[in-house]
């Protein structure tokens, strides 16, 4: 059993020798997760990461109440530094917003009718129209919800303010004359008191929320902060990368060896396969982690993700996982005598497993018979338990189920590449 | 045996290695058909054959780095097959390839070797320091082994498979691709090795080389033994000829046809072995 270890940890100590001194191979190591990360970190937009999107508005009205919008929208803000979240542009009309969009000058726009400010000041429904850049249907989605929300937030102060002016006046006038005097005192008072204090509730008379939004909804996260996209991606990147990593190392390594014919030197000492596997999976398992670490820094410190759970229980994720592809990774390398044959089979697995094990869609998006097939991975398991700990601030207990698979997965197929190694290099 | 086996040379000699009816088959091809033969302790044992003939097959079972099919196999008295991790401790190899890590230094590349066997760091520097200027490499020790020229690979090669202080040593084409200088410094070095007992079997395409060099010698053809004796009885086969050289005993032997045989399908473990 000692030299089990001492022959495998002999072996792992010259393997990151052999790496450390290999400045191209360190490049790569440490470029790959950068890499990896920005590229999907700026990809995918977050609602935070949002700023400074052209939008055109064409306000064909040029009331009071129609400027407050365009400024309202004009100073908002992202929560991180302030920055704009639109870069608004003047349009004279609707068909020069389009025009703005289909020379893609501008991601969108809206288009503020003529009598919108006197609709409003007459107590009638005056509308805004959004024109969407159809050609990004991601920033369009994003877009169209902040503007959609900002408008009728803003639309909601004004109906704060007009049912207040009309309980007031019932309140002083009585209910018998209220149809007369509501319409005048609501047209007075509304646009001055579209702002969010007229939102305040008057003594003795009900909040207008209540008619405006009898029923209020709340969101409650497992954890403080609002989540977005990248959060999604980042511990599915992380499990990736490392899962990459260390199944490419591991048969490249291997075969590496093979071709070069060192490994030979190794199989004629007095050494056990198992010392070898042992010695290839912990200098593997350390670059690994250390793919993982990196991708998991540049998360936090570039893109703002916040580790809610044990950062330990998270390399102890990582670590399993890393142990469920040991077997994987040399049955690959022991059937391929060359890097070349072992990078190609290794692309068999990875390839699919990049798009089903749920690293970027959400597996409930997938067709019944693809989760399926992505719950045979333990990709799946790694990002599924990565996520509950990074995001949800899970502890080991809610990963358990996790844990276990990736065990009983790295366990079977070790068992089913032990003998085939031994035999494979003994042809 | 063929007709050309005459084996008859130091038979009083204790065997350290014995081969008894070995095959080693890929698929339906015979790398190794059938051999047999013995190497006595203390010999040079020049091992001959066109490509393909089954040399390195033959090593690679000898060094346990290979199954055999069929038949048996001793070295230093333990099985091929049975007690590898005792004929592990008795053997020396120096492959085609060189066995050594480009981006280690050769003193990491011999402890890291020497570590496989459990010797101590300060037995292997002791070993390494006897071999080291004896091959002139002691003041390369600390040079990565990827800055050398191949001369000076093998060299630390060789010494690599001299660590455990083996009773056998095995060398396949140690000389191949060196200069002269560095084909004759090794040479003479192996002849002090064997006048210290090791028994050393030598795979060769070199036939001056298996001339100058070995006691013995067996030509193996289509995996086969097709003769074994010492160079000056092989010479006896080679009538109407005066001085016969290796070469003409060897082309005599196993004809002057070019081989271009195939050893297995491409991808099979087969490729690797030759």
């Known amino acids: 059993m000692f030299s089990l270890i001492f022959d495998g940890l002999a072996i792992a100590k010259k393997d990151l020798l052999e790496f450390s001194r290999d400045r191209l191979r360190l490049i790569t190591f440490v470029i790959m997760p950068i890499f990896m990360m920005s590229l999907t970190g700026f990809i995918f937009p977050s609602q935070n990461s949002l700023k400074n999107i052209n939008i055109g508005v064409a306000n064909e009205d040029g009331g009071e109440t129609s400027t407050k919008l365009?400024?309202?929208?004009?100073?908002?803000?992202?929560?991180?530094?302030?920055?704009?979240?639109?870069?608004?542009?003047?349009y004279p009309n609707i068909d020069a917003v389009k025009t703005g969009i289909q020379e893609q000058k501008i991601n969108g726009g809206f288009v503020i009718p003529a009598n919108f400010s006197a609709e409003i000041a007459a107590n009638k429904q005056a509308e805004v129209t959004i024109v969407e850049d159809q050609s990004n249907?991601?920033?369009?989605?994003?877009?169209?919800?902040?503007?959609?929300?900002?408008?009728?937030?803003?639309?909601?102060?004004?109906?704060?303010?007009?049912?207040?002016?009309?309980?007031?006046?019932?309140?002083?006038?009585g209910v018998d004359n209220l149809a007369t005097a509501s319409a005048k005192s609501a047209t007075s008072t509304a646009v001055k008191a579209a702002t969010p204090s007229a939102a305040a509730t008057l003594p003795n008379l009900p909040s207008p929320l209540a008619f405006l939004e009898p029923i209020k909804t709340t969101i409650v996260g497992i954890v403080g902060g609002q989540s977005n996209y990248f959060e999604f991606v980042a511990p599915g990147i992380m499990a990736m990368v490392v899962m990459t990593a260390v199944l490419t190392g591991l048969a490249g390594s291997v075969s590496r060896e093979s071709e070069q014919g060192t490994l030979d030197g190794i199989l004629v000492a007095p050494v056990r396969r198992l010392s070898i596997i042992i010695g290839k999976a912990v200098a593997q398992s350390v670059r690994g982690l250390i793919q993982g670490f990196i991708v998991l820094m540049l998360a936090v410190f570039l893109f703002g993700v916040t580790v809610h759970g044990s950062l330990l229980l998270v390399a102890l994720l990582l670590g399993?996982?890393?142990?469920?592809?040991?077997?994987?990774?040399?049955?690959?390398?022991?059937?391929?005598?060359?890097?070349?044959?072992?990078?190609?089979?290794?692309?068999?697995?990875?390839?699919?497993m990049l798009f089903l094990s749920g690293a970027f869609f959400p597996l409930q998006q997938m067709p019944r018979i693809m989760q399926q097939i992505a719950y045979l991975l333990p990709l799946t398991y790694a990002i599924q338990?990565?996520?509950?700990?990074?995001?949800?601030?899970?502890?080991?207990?809610?990963?358990?189920?996790?844990?276990?698979?990736?065990?009983?997965?790295?366990?079977?197929?070790?068992?089913?590449?032990?003998?085939?190694?031994?035999?494979?290099?003994?042809r | 045996m063929d007709k050309y086996n005459v084996e008859n040379a130091g038979e009083d000699r204790e065997n350290i290695i014995e081969v008894k009816n070995l095959v080693k088959k890929f698929g339906r091809f015979a790398a190794v058909d059938d051999i047999t033969f013995n190497v006595k302790k203390g010999e040079i044992f020049g091992f001959l054959g066109p490509n393909g003939a089954g040399k390195s097959t033959t090593i690679r079972i000898l060094t346990t780095l290979s199954l055999p099919t069929a038949?048996?196999?001793?070295?230093?008295?333990?099985?091929?097959?049975?007690?590898?991790?005792?004929?592990?401790?008795?053997?020396?190899?120096?492959?085609?390839?060189?066995?050594?890590?480009?981006?280690?230094?050769?003193?990491?590349?011999?402890?890291?070797?020497?570590?496989?066997?459990?010797?101590?760091?300060?037995?292997?520097?002791?070993?390494?320091?006897?071999?080291?200027?004896?091959?002139?490499?002691?003041?390369?020790r600390d040079h990565q082994v990827g800055t050398f020229s191949t001369g000076m690979k093998q060299r630390i090669n060789i010494i690599r498979a001299l660590l455990t202080e083996p009773d056998v040593l095995f060398l396949d084409e140690p000389t191949l691709g060196l200069d002269p200088q560095t084909t004759n410094v090794i040479q003479s070095f192996l002849r002090e090795l064997n006048d210290q007992g090791v028994t050393i079997v030598l795979s060769t395409h070199d036939m001056g080389e298996a001339e100058a060099l070995s006691d013995r010698v067996a030509i193996i053809d289509h995996g086969k033994i097709a003769a074994?004796?010492?160079?000056?009885?092989?010479?006896?086969?080679?009538?109407?000829?005066?001085?016969?050289?290796?070469?003409?005993?060897?082309?005599?032997?196993?004809?002057?046809?070019?081989?271009?045989?195939?050893?297995?399908?491409?991808?099979?473990?087969?490729?690797?072995?030759?």
């Open chain 1, 320 to 352: 399993l996982g890393i142990f469920s592809f040991v077997g994987l990774g040399i049955l690959v390398s022991a059937a391929a005598s060359e890097q070349e044959t072992a990078t190609q089979l290794l692309f068999m697995f990875q390839f699919p």
């Open chain 1, 70 to 90: 365009v400024q309202v929208i004009e100073g908002l803000s992202t929560n991180n530094n302030g920055t704009n979240v639109f870069n608004v542009k003047d």
């Open chain 1, 137 to 173: 249907p991601q920033i369009s989605a994003l877009t169209n919800q902040i503007l959609a929300q900002v408008i009728g937030g803003y639309g909601k102060q004004i109906g704060i303010s007009k049912i207040q002016a009309i309980l007031v006046k019932t309140r002083d006038i």
């Open chain 2, 228 to 274: 074994l004796d010492t160079v000056v009885e092989l010479k006896k086969l080679v009538p109407g000829v005066e001085n016969p050289t290796m070469q003409d005993i060897f082309l005599k032997i196993t004809g002057e046809k070019i081989r271009d045989a195939v050893t297995g399908k491409v991808g099979s473990g087969a490729r690797r072995h030759f």
């Open chain 2, 71 to 140: 038949g048996d196999a001793k070295v230093a008295g333990y099985d091929v097959v049975r007690e590898q991790d005792q004929v592990r401790r008795h053997l020396g190899l120096v492959a085609e390839k060189v066995i050594l890590y480009n981006h280690l230094t050769a003193d990491e590349n011999l402890d890291f070797f020497g570590s496989l066997y459990h010797l101590p760091r300060k037995l292997i520097r002791q070993r390494a320091e006897k071999w080291l200027p004896r091959l002139h490499m002691m003041e390369w």
């Open chain 1, 385 to 426: 338990a990565l996520r509950k700990v990074i995001i949800l601030g899970g502890g080991i207990a809610d990963v358990r189920s996790e844990l276990i698979v990736l065990f009983i997965f790295g366990f079977v197929t070790l068992l089913i590449a032990l003998p085939l190694f031994n035999r494979l290099v003994k």
